[in-house]
């Protein structure tokens, strides 16, 4: 884990990938934020809307690296110093419910009659249209209707994954990629446009692979009886002797004759890895031999070999496991750990910087005047 000298050194001495890029944010929760901390991390500056008197958690992963303005978007001068900002932006985030920001005088038409080279980042679960555009909803309903919830969790009932799948994986890395993309073709034509980055879109779109297995006869709709779905022996948790979990994915066949090898499956019944109908019978035996050592034991036989295996780590465990701090992949900040900015990039690393309060007027004038000095 970095140290606070090295933390110091991250956030003062970085500028990342994004520097100079304007991003406006309007305030929210979930995938809208945590898009926004990865844009502030890489280097855009970022600038939060909030409400008067917001309560945020200001040394949050998802609220750092912005600076953040009050302001009353009730109000006509309010609405008229954020279409100035705007106007030197290049690009917007929102995530309220389709119809709020046209109410609000900020929809795209008037926001890129300010500022036409703007890309308007929209952030919803359901989408602008549709059915269900103006229902409410959370990540577990988005990923219910792509097949995602459905193919999750074991035999007799679906587990929701947290919500990485529909705000975070199909919601937030969507977004960003999406902005990313339209400020890239903005470079060129010199027009901003519309990111519709729906949660359910999203998710739908990281189940390509297993629509695919379906297509091909290589996937079916039970649970734990597919080979990525804890159906198959050798992908999958299995708990130790000490109460912990390991994981294994010893899907090839090289792969899983060292499992067998250093587990001491020498039973001929393992020689029927891909024979789903053996599955059930091997998965209990493999259970048993698993059960025989502690998590520390099957790591030390295990852990850095080509079987493919990992320990189960905790929330707690995870940022003290050597690899994962060997690779600084956690940060000390405020006295509480959080996940270090990623990716990384070789010459403009990414850093973590702090959120500040902010003068609307004065950011207005010093992009104004940024935006005036000849390049």
Known sequence: MLTMADHQTLTSGASGPLAGLRIVEFAGIGPGPFACMMLADMGAEVVT????????NQKSAAARGRKVVEID????????QVLDLLEHADALVEGFRPGVMERLGLGPDAVLAKNPRLVYGRMTGWGQDGPLAQAAGHDINYISVTGALAAIGPAER?????????????GALYLVVGVLAALLEAKKSGKGQVVDAAMCDGAASLMSMFYDFAAI???????ESNFLDGGAHFYGVYQCACGNFISIGSIEPQFY??????????????????EREAWPALRQKLADVFRTRTRAEWCAVMEGTDVCFAPVLTIAEAPEHPHMAARKAFVKRHGTTQPAPAPRFSRTPSAIREPAQADIAGLVREWRSKDASPR
């Open 73 to 80: 978007l009730k109000s006509e001068a309010a609405i008229a």
């Open 217 to 223: 006869g290589r996937w079916t709709t039970a649970r």
């Open 49 to 56: 809307l909030d409400r008067p008197g917001a309560k945020k």
């Open 158 to 170: 679906p587990v929701p994954p947290l919500n990485l799948v529909g705000d975070f994986g199909g």
């Open 257 to 274: 004759q060292l499992l067998r090898q250093l587990a001491g499956l020498s039973d001929a019944v393992f020689d029927a890895q891909m």
